[in-house]
C-alpha cells in the first residue's frame, strides 16, 4: 500500500492528535517518534506522522529535524507532506513555524501553502486572519503568557509575517465559503485561511488535495483521507491488542489525573504514591514498585500526582526541576521493568511524564488503536521486542473514569 500522506509534527502528543484524526478518518496511521533512520520501516501506513520535540528549539535546529523528517517520508513515497504545529500557533518572531514552512517549501521545490492552525472542536477557530480561543483573542487568552511561546498578536497574517520573506496573506471565510476555494489558494506565498467550523475544514482539506505542503493544526486534517478515495471504517483492520497486565503509570498532577487516580483507587486498583523526597532519600526505589506490581491482586496505579500543596513542599526540598526529574526518571527506569515482567498494557498520564516513558521504552514507532476518550487513543508498539499498547495522556485529558474503562477497547 503507497504512503499517502507524511506529517511533521513539532511535539509528541500534537503528533498523537494528528494521527487520532487521520484514523478517524479511516487511514491508517503509524506515529513515529523521533527522525526515522530507515524510510522503508515506514511501509504499510497511509499515512505517518513523525514527532518531533521542536517546538521551543532554536530554529536552525528545528529547521534541520523537520527536513530529515520531510526527506525520510517523501523517500518512503509520500505524496503529500504536512507540517503539524499547535492550535494557538506557538511560536516566536525567530520561528519556528515561519523558518520550517520555508524550508519545506525549498525542499519540495513549492512556492505556495496554507497555514490554517484553527480547530473549532477546541474552541480555536479564525475570523479575518485573527486567532480566537473561545471567545477571547488570542493575544488576550492565557497563551499571552506562556513561558515559552508568549503570543500577544492575534493577527496571524503580522506574527506569520515576521517570520518569514514570502508574502503572506488572508484567505478569508468568505472565500472559504464561496466555492473557489481552490482557485483562491493557488497563488504564491502562504494563505492564512479562515475557518469556523468543522465544515470550513473539511473544506479547506478538500481544496487542498493538490498541494505539496500543508501546514496547520490537527483540524484541517478532517478532510484529507477522502483526497484519497479514505472514508471512516474502510480500513479498520488494525493489529490485534497485545495482552498482558495492565498498569497506570501518573506523573501528572492536573486537577483531571488527580480525579482519574481517585475514581481508580475507589474502583479498587492497587494504589502506589510515590513521593519525590522519598525517592531522593533512597526511601523508595523503583525495584520495590516493581514488587509491589507484581504482588497486587488488582491493577497497579503508581502515581506522584499529588495537590498543590504537597507538589510545592517537595518542591520546597528539592527545587522545582529536580522534583520533576526525580519523578520522571523513576517512572521511565520502572515501566521496562514492568513491561519485562508481563505488564504489556500501560497508561501513562502527563505530557512530561508520557516523553520520559517514551524514552524509557525506547519505542520509535506507534500504531493508533482504539480511542479511549478524546485526543487519547490506544497505541500499539514494541518495547524490547515485545508487543505493547500503551495510552499516553495529557494531564488534563480523560474523563474520570478512564483508567478504569479503558481496558475494555482492548478485548
Ligand atoms: P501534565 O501533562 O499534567 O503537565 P507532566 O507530566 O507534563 O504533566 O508534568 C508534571 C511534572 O510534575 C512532571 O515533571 C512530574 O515529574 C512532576 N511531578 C509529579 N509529581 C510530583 C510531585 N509530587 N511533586 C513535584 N513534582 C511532581
Known sequence: ???????????????????????????????????????????????VVVSLKSRTIPAAAAVEQSLGAARALLAAG?????????STFDS???????????????????????????????????????????????????????????????????????????AVRLVDIGAVRGGALTAALDAPGIAIVDALDDADLVAIGRAAAGMALITGGSGIAMGLPANWGIAPGADSARA???????????????????????????????GLQLDPVAIAEGRQSVSDALQFALAASTTPLIYASAAPEAVARSQDALGREQAGAVVESFLSELAPLLVQHGFCRLIVAGGETSGAVVAGLGLTELDIGPEIDPGVPWMYASAQGSPIAIALKSGNFGAENMFVKAWDLLQ
Do not use: W
Open 1 to 47: 500500500m503507497p504512503l499517502r500522506l507524511g506529517a511533521i509534527a513539532d511535539d509528541l502528543t500534537g503528533a498523537t492528535d494528528l494521527a487520532l484524526m487521520l484514523a478517524r478518518g479511516g487511514m491508517r496511521v503509524k506515529q513515529v517518534v523521533g527522525v526515522p533512520a530507515d524510510p522503508a520501516a515506514l511501509a504499510g501506513a497511509d499515512a
Open 78 to 86: 509520500a505524496e503529500q507532506l504536512f507540517f503539524k504545529y499547535c
Open 92 to 166: 516566536t518572531d525567530e520561528g519556528n513555524i515561519g523558518p520550517v514552512i520555508d524550508a519545506l517549501l525549498d525542499l519540495l521545490h513549492e512556492d505556495r501553502t496554507l497555514a490554517c492552525p484553527a480547530f473549532p472542536t477546541n474552541k480555536r477557530t479564525i475570523y479575518q486572519g485573527h486567532l480566537f480561543v473561545g471567545d477571547q483573542l488570542l493575544s488576550a487568552s492565557p497563551m499571552k503568557d506562556h513561558p515559552l511561546t508568549p503570543m500577544r498578536d492575534a493577527n496571524l497574517v503580522q506574527v506569520l509575517g515576521r517570520q518569514t520573506e514570502r
Open 240 to 270: 490485534a491488542a497485545p495482552g498482558g497486565r495492565p498498569a497506570v503509570l501518573a506523573g501528572s498532577c492536573s486537577a483531571a489525573t488527580r480525579q482519574q487516580v481517585q475514581s481508580a483507587v475507589g474502583a479498587g486498583f492497587s
